[in-house]
């Protein structure tokens, strides 16, 4: 069997470290791949063999839960002390992953999903319309994290928070992540002390959601699930288990959202014909976003697709990990269930075999049907996102209320992306400002 490529500089103990960006790994591994082709491979001090799957064809065996199984690579091991029991860093085989995920799964029910609209719609509205009323240009990364975290708050829980708490929150949450991205200074420090301490920050970020899971209203689906009792979803959840869930909704649903917001809108103000269409099509519903009801929102075909389109090309979760449940081989090379495959969506989500002129912004592409089965932004399996149908509902309305409300004006910004680990564009300035048809 041929060897399996690996980047260039590999140096005893360290391994592949030197080659990979501490603070934009996925972007450095997906580099790499230009040079070293569809699968190869990264070694870092003692984490397991990593091997960086950058194809459709290479990716496709992979997604079948049958023969492959979740692990949690880096990035997760850093974060997992935050929630050890949390939905995202548990097993599969592990009795609370189950627990939890069958004690939550209410929560994204199309009951739920109409909860959910009805207390976005005038959240939305609020945030979109004051935007218009800042200084120009305003930056649209940190305004989105602040809407998406007050949904997820106020519909998730039921919790009114003012816009100082959740900016500390947001604070919080990214000097913790900063700390657990040590590797910063040295890539996968933490391999080498072989420790994985709960960092400073850690207290203050559970105080917070404490006082979120314990201010909320019993009635808004997170806090309902994660209170339920009915025994047929097996034994109630603990204080510490529903505080670990809490911590998981507050970050995971509200980061990746933000961040799919900001990076569609960029792609917007960079096609204006495609903001056009979709208000064409928000027009042709003769209503005012705030009026349409949970089941309009599918209706908004083209409004979708431009979500669709922006996760394609920017996967704000870039990655997934999966370890083969018995020896395997993976494009000629063996793979043993000690190996992590890396399903690099950053290259796949790109593969000119599956996506013609992949590079190219057209929501378009996903008006033709449903997308191939490559296409993961939200995970694969019984490990996919629980939160797929809520991000995509709120992603879709918060456009709508954007569009028909601003026009967007671009400012000469760059595309920088950051990670942490999960993706969004660092500062995205934008000019809005209010449309004469907007009411
Ligand atoms: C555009 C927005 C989102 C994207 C792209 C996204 C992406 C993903 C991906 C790729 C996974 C699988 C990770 C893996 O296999 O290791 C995942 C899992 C998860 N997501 Fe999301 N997510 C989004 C929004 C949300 C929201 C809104 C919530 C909750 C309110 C959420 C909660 C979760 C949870 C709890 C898991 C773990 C599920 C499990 O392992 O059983 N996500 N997400």
Known sequence: MPAVPHPPWRVPLVGDALSLSARTPAQSITEH????????????????????????????????????????GPAFRRLAPMAPTGLL???TEDAVWRLAHDRLQPA?????????????NPVIAEHIRRWGALPQPINVSDLTQDLAYDLITRAGFGAELTREQRAEFVDTMFALIRTTNRGKVI?????????????????ALWRHVE?????????????????????????????????DQAVVMLIAGHETTAGTVAFALHELSRHPEAADRARAELAETGRHPGELEYEDIAG???????????????????AFIRAARSPATLGGHRVTPDDWVYLNLLAI??????????????????????PPLTYKPFGTGARACIGRALALHEAVLTLAHLLHEHDLGRTGYRLDIEEFPTLKPRDLTLRVTARAAAH
């Open 349 to 370: 989500h790109r593969d000119p075999s599956v996506w013609t002129d992949p590079d190219r912004f057209d929501p378009e592409r996903f008006l033709a049907g449903p």
């Open 187 to 203: 890539p996968f420090l933490d391999a080498v002390l072989g420790v994985n301490p709960v960092p400073p920050h850690a207290q």
């Open 300 to 318: 908004l075909r083209y409004l979708r697709s431009i979500v669709d389109e922006t996760l394609r090309l920017h996967p704000v979760a870039p």
């Open 108 to 120: 994204f029910s199309r009951a739920a999903m109409r909860r959910y609209h009805a207390a976005m």
């Open 89 to 91: 860093f548990t097993d």
């Open 33 to 72: 791949a230009a040079a070293l082709g569809d699968i190869y491979e990264v070694r870092v001090l003692r984490y397991p063999r990593m091997l960086i799957v950058n194809s459709a064809a290479l990716a496709e065996p992979v997604l079948d839960d049958r023969n492959w199984t979740k692990v949690n």
């Open 211 to 243: 006082m979120v899971v314990d201010s909320g209203s019993g009635e808004a689906p997170l806090s309902a699930a994660l209170a339920d009792t009915d025994p047929e979803r097996g034994a109630p959840l603990t204080r510490q288990q529903a505080v």
